[in-house]
């Protein structure tokens, strides 16, 4: 056949229905507006971020700071306070449970917040409370929530608004979903499970006095045998914002804290634990990562269980914050016990439990448990009265004196200072 001897055919035009084309439309520029916001991906937002999209109505700002006197001094305009222990309360006896997902969907919508709201959620710094609320809302399969990078203590150094105003909220209903994230939480049964699991990694984020048994307030000291020891606050800069990820997931699988494992993070009840969880969850995207919700408080109740004792893995030297590294060297080797007060060895005895062999400190329940904890903090600064709104939205402000907080005020949200690994903040739960 010739050239010229064939047809000409014709493609058929596709029909493409209108309500297409305006889906198109609309996807597009959401992607614009996005860039045009300067929206990073991923949990973390910038305070860029947040300025530029705080008026929106579908997104709901959460105050986790302890100390209603600090939310009512200054916070970030249209935030709501919520304080961090009203996410908790007993069960079965145990203390610091996470409250029932029915329970956390009423305190959700008391807040305004519903299923399809942006929770973003800061404390004064990183200090696992933000970090526990992520948490929960991971657990409900809330996908739509952030974490303020440098939190409202970058925020406010900034020269950022403040208010004292309060939000005007209305009640929601927060729809739950049909089946919850249960993966993201390791009960007092499913750690038991893993002992002696190769395939599941136990990380005790608690301070190496604490792990070792030399610290603590527990009913037993030590830690759950096989645990590998990597304090919560190795992942923070000293500014308390998370390290570069690249630094991090070196350091975590050099630990033997790979993906391909099951990961159950524990520190006294719960708390500090989830600060790990976003490291891993969110900043290196692991997919199998829990937090045991008891933490080890729960375990060290239960008499038939077994405890270790013992430094840690690699290292038991305190961490001085910012560093990311230990704070004793080789010319320093006294720094390695930090701040913890000593273990009484006269008070209590060791044993051998009988099915592990593993050894576990016994104590008197009286023994040195509120032992004096050093904060080594520096003052509380108030907020710049500059930076305040009043009602009218002028800088001015109303006429009030902001009290200045010195010295170690319980559920200060400020962590200013030289801290290491075991001074308060890890210490506590």
């Known amino acids: 056949m010739k050239p010229t001897d064939q047809k000409t055919r014709t493609l058929p035009t596709p029909s493409c229905p209108g ?4 889906l198109i439309v609309v996807l597009l520029t959401l992607v614009v507006t996005g860039a045009a916001t300067g929206a990073p991906s991923g949990l973390m937002k910038t305070t860029d971020w947040l300025a530029a999209n705080l008026n929106r109505p579908d997104i709901r700002v959460v105050d986790l700071r302890h100390g209603i006197e600090y939310y009512w ?5 249209g935030a709501v306070h919520l304080y961090p222990d009203a996410l ?3 069960e079965n006896g145990v203390t610091s449970k996470p409250i029932p997902p029915e329970v956390f969907a009423q305190l959700l919508g008391r807040m305004g917040i519903t299923d399809t709201t942006t929770v973003l959620a800061y404390s004064e710094v990183i200090d696992s409370l933000s970090p526990y ?5 991971d ?3 809330h996908k739509r929530q952030a974490l303020i990078a440098g939190e409202f203590d970058r925020w406010r150094a900034e020269g950022r608004p403040l208010t004292q105003d309060f939000p005007k909220t209305q009640t929601a209903v927060y729809r739950l979903p049909a089946k919850l994230n249960d993966g993201v939480r390791a009960r007092l049964a499913d750690v038991k499970a893993a002992l002696g699991d190769k395939k599941t990694v136990i990380l005790d984020v608690r301070s190496p006095a604490m792990y070792s048994g030399d610290a603590g307030y527990t009913k037993r000291r030590g830690h759950i045998p096989g645990a590998i020891n990597r304090p919560w606050l190795r992942d923070l800069t000293g500014e308390y ?3 570069d990820s690249a630094e991090l997931r070196k350091e975590y699988e050099k630990l033997g804290v790979t993906p391909d494992k099951r990961v159950i993070i524990c520190c006294s009840k719960g708390y500090r634990s989830t600060t790990t969880y976003v490291t891993l969850k969110h900043l290196l995207g692991y997919q199998n990562v829990a937090v045991y919700d008891g933490g080890f408080s729960e375990w060290s109740d239960v008499d038939s269980l077994p405890i270790a004792t013992g430094p840690p893995v690699p290292d038991r030297r305190p961490l ?3 560093s990311g590294r230990p704070a004793s060297s080789p010319t320093n080797p006294g720094a390695n016990r930090g701040a913890s007060p000593a273990r009484n060895r006269d008070a209590g005895h060791t044993s051998t439990h009988p099915a592990s062999g593993t050894t576990s400190l016994h104590q008197s329940q009286g023994r040195n448990r509120l032992a004096t904890r050093r904060a080594n903090r520096a003052p509380r600064r108030p907020p710049n009265r500059s930076q305040i709104r009043g009602p009218s939205g002028s800088r001015e402000g109303p006429e009030i004196d902001l009290p200045n907080h010195h010295g170690n005020r319980p559920g200060n949200g400020s962590h200013r200072g030289s801290r290491n690994a075991d001074s308060v903040g890890l210490d506590q739960a």
């Not at 001094?73 to 305009?77: R, Y």
């Not at 609320?133 to 809302?137: A, D, F, Q, S, V």
């Open 320 to 322: 001085q914050a910012g």
């Open 241 to 243: 914002t998370w390290r």
């Open 19 to 22: 309500s297409v084309w305006l």
């Open 73 to 77: 001094e200054a916070h970030i305009p």
């Open 133 to 137: 609320l992520t948490w929960m809302l």
């Open 88 to 90: 908790e309360w007993p």
């Open 139 to 141: 657990y409900v399969g």
